[in-house]
């Protein structure tokens, strides 16, 4: 990792150079007054700016998920080789406000995409006079992993499954739960055979169940198959899931720490948030915190597709710049960065980023929030210039379109108008004052939904406008230039007034 250190401060620097001897001061500075060509400095002085810190260039050793490509197996016996299940028994005999005090010095973040400091929300479960509830708590890990370009969880599932079941124990202990649900997607066949298996081996081995790792605590693990449905990916959605009921959101609050699972306090985290947490223990949170910019802070699994040259999922420091991350891990963009078109940061509910921005764009939570997108899951999304931008975007509409679960009006209705409208500006036949019309229309779905399918399917569509209007506008013109004449409003043909279609005045 490049320019961990920082210099010493300009404080200590000054105090340093004023408790010189008068004489040694003044040799010193005649000597660095002339300094020879070879000569680099090294040190920062009182008059030397604070030097630029870079991120990205993740060592080995400071990898969390050091067997992401499969090079060992996914059993037991591979797994306490690189370090998963070391002093897992020391870790739970600490306690759950030594646990939660880690995790909380680590500034980790929750991985799936919302980025709420997960030791405060683990910390939600016990609030003052917990002892005295006698229900049952839960932990429910969201491996519902559907977000499209988003490939991460299933990877640490299929090659690192120990490390996540070591993780449900930890965060378990943390927030004093019963048993861990581990919801999967349905398409994940693979990665649930495999994550089952992991889990009869930990039981056989002791380390979960009865008196887990020998510590006095018990705790049990679940695994429960989905059904493919994107909105259950939304927490309370798949709480409802695995209650058996459709999964629909529920409104909030009551929030699941208090009403969760089965009516029970409960609390619902990411695969990868969980499956760092024993090694943020046992590395300490000072550590993790020391990766990253303030408030960005930890490594971070990356999912990099499309028109790259040698796609992959890769652990990296936050904060590495975007430029870096897809040159080094992917070979870069095909064809050269110039060739570069825009970029989805961080799956495909954030808004688009263009080329002129992605080129200086760091990779975290308040970069991506500041260039008006969002670190969501961080799957990145490359499209060079072959691409029809119109069309990805109008793609997604209608993926959202079939996935929105009908509940609230304002997502049922509006991610149908969408899809409907962006089928007409792929072809070019609208009116330019229509593209005003559809960013009026994610407004008004924007924050007015249960769940924030509403802003996944809104975002998307506010990027393009926001940064390729030109490119709409252009497609309409042609459309008119090739058919006499632009398109009416609701997508009309021209001379449909003539022909005696009904048109509303308006068009």
């Known amino acids: 990792m490049l320019a961990r250190h920082a210099p010493a401060s300009s404080a200590l620097a000054a105090a340093a150079h004023r408790a010189l001897p008068a004489a040694t001061a003044a040799t010193r500075l005649s000597t660095a007054a002339a300094p020879s060509q070879q ?66 010095a680590s500034g980790l973040r929750g991985r799936g995409g919302a980025g709420f400091p997960s030791g405060l929300k683990w910390s939600f479960m016990n609030a003052k006079g917990w002892e005295n509830d006698s229900k049952p708590r839960y932990l429910v890990v969201n491996a519902d992993e559907g977000e499209p370009g988003t490939c991460k969880d299933r990877e640490i599932m299929r090659k690192d499954p120990h490390k996540l ?19 999967i997607r349905g398409e994940f066949y ?87 947490a024993p090694t943020i223990c046992r590395r300490g949170g000072n550590w993790f ?5 303030e408030r960005n802070a930890g490594t971070k699994l990356f999912a990099i597709s499309g028109h790259v040259n040698h796609p992959c999922t890769v652990e990296e420091e936050m904060s590495i710049p975007l430029r870096e991350l897809i040159d080094r891990h992917c070979g870069g963009v095909k064809g050269g960065w110039d060739n570069l078109l825009a970029v989805i ?63 609230c009006t304002p997502c049922r209705e509006g991610s149908k108008w969408t899809h409907q409208i962006m089928d007409r500006f792929y072809k070019g036949q609208a009116r330019e004052r229509e593209i005003d019309m559809l960013q009026e229309l994610t407004k008004q779905v924007e924050g007015h939904t249960i769940c924030a399918l509403g802003e996944a399917f809104a975002w998307p569509l506010q990027g393009l406008i926001r940064h390729f209007r030109p490119e709409l506008e252009a497609r309409i013109k042609d459309y008119g230039l090739k058919n006499g004449g632009e398109a009416l409003a609701g997508g009309w043909a021209h001379d449909a007034g003539k022909k005696g279609l009904l048109v509303s005045p308006g068009q």
């Open 39 to 104: 000569q680099k400095r090294t040190l920062a002085t009182v008059n030397d700016a604070a030097p630029k810190r870079t991120y990205g260039g993740l060592k080995d050793q400071d990898r969390i998920f050091q067997n992401l490509y499969g090079h060992h197996g996914a059993d037991l016996k591979s797994a306490m080789k690189y370090g998963d299940w070391h002093k897992t028994k020391e870790i739970l005999l600490k306690g759950d406000d030594w646990i939660i005090s880690e995790v909380k």
């Open 165 to 183: 079941i070591e993780g449900c124990l930890v965060a378990g202990r943390a927030m004093n739960a019963t048993a861990a649900y581990i919801y």
């Open 190 to 276: 693979h990665e649930a055979t495999v994550l089952e298996r992991a889990i009869q081996e930990a039981y056989q081995a002791g380390l979960i169940g009865k008196n887990a790792c020998g510590s006095g605590y018990d705790f049990d693990v679940y695994v429960h198959r989905g059904m493919g449905a994107y909105v259950c990916g939304e927490e309370t959605s798949l709480i409802e899931s695995l209650e058996g009921k459709p999964g629909k959101p529920r409104l909030k609050p009551p929030f699941p720490a208090a009403v969760g699972l089965f009516g029970c306090p409960s609390t619902v985290a990411n695969v990868e948030t969980i499956a760092v």
């Open 289 to 293: 915190a020391s990766f990253g910019r």
């Open 345 to 407: 940061p961080g799956g495909s509910s954030t808004p688009v980023l263009p080329k002129h921005i992605c080129d200086d764009q760091l990779m975290d939570f308040d970069a991506l929030k500041d260039a008006q997108s969002g670190f969501g899951t961080a799957a990145v999304i490359v499209m060079d210039k072959s691409t029809d931008i119109v069309r990805a975007i109008t793609r997604l509409a209608k993926f959202y379109h079939h996935e929105s679960c009908g509940q």
